[in-house]
């Protein structure tokens, strides 16, 4: 369904209040409505309701890029056990997007703990709260969140690809053979090398991966 006119003859807010309001939302992959506000083209749809991954308007690259993609997984398994994970960045726009798709990765389930992407740092305490939370906090405020940092969380770097644990954190080990098979399809998959490609380390990711099949088939020899 398009609308017909370029022309914005009231004020936005009535725009808005007609969208949210009065017209009905799309079937869930069937139809999406077409709003053209002078120079941009405004979409409203639903996906489909068995669709295999969650929505989200945001690309998934960003996430991969930012992070390599074992830490990705092993920052999928701390959410998955409900665990506390502070993300840490110099920008806003990462910490919200990576937060919003961290959370979408979790799909069928939600997260439904602590929830803020970016932590003010008058709630910096909150850091130390007994129970699962993914926060965000901007570098300029890490100095002073920090001290608030309790030992059973994940502190994740998005600018420099690292992940900090306490030694005393405990997580139990993931399934071997299921965790190496989705290891190993994730690696063949799109997102396999995009951390090292928007690096330009096309050639090192390569001979990193041919070092690790040679030690795999020399584990397999002996």
């Not at 069937?30 to 941009?40: A, H, K, M, R, T």
């Not at 690292?162 to 190993?184: C, D, G, H, Q, V």
């Not at 490609?197 to 041919?210: P, Q, S, T, V």
């Amino acid at each position: 369904v398009t609308a017909r006119h370029n022309d914005m003859e009231a004020p936005l807010e009535r725009y808005i209040a007609n969208l949210c309001c009065e017209i009905p939302a799309p079937p869930p992959g069937v139809y999406e409505v077409q709003v053209p506000i002078l120079d941009s083209i405004i979409r409203f749809w639903a996906p489909p309701a068995k669709m295999p991954v969650a929505y989200v308007a945001l690309e998934y690259q960003l996430l991969f890029e930012s992070l390599e993609l074992a830490n990705v997984m092993e920052l999928w398994y701390a959410l998955m056990l409900e665990g506390k994970v502070l993300l840490v960045s110099s920008h806003y726009s990462l910490l919200t997007k990576c937060a919003e798709l961290l959370t979408s990765l979790l799909f069928p389930m939600q997260w439904s703990h602590l929830y803020i992407p970016l932590l003010p740092r008058f709630l910096s305490p909150i850091l130390d709260a007994p129970m699962p939370y993914l926060c965000g906090v901007v570098r300029d405020n890490w100095l002073h969140a920090q001290q608030f940092v309790s030992r059973e969380t994940i502190v994740v770097d998005l600018d420099c690809n690292t992940i900090s644990t306490s030694m005393n954190l405990n997580m139990p080990a993931p399934p071997t053979k299921r965790w190496m098979k989705l290891t190993e399809a994730l690696e063949h998959s799109i997102v396999g090398d995009l951390f090292w490609k928007a690096r330009g380390m096309e050639k090192e990711f390569a001979l990193r991966e041919k070092q690790k099949m040679s030690n795999q088939n020399f584990e397999q020899t002996f």
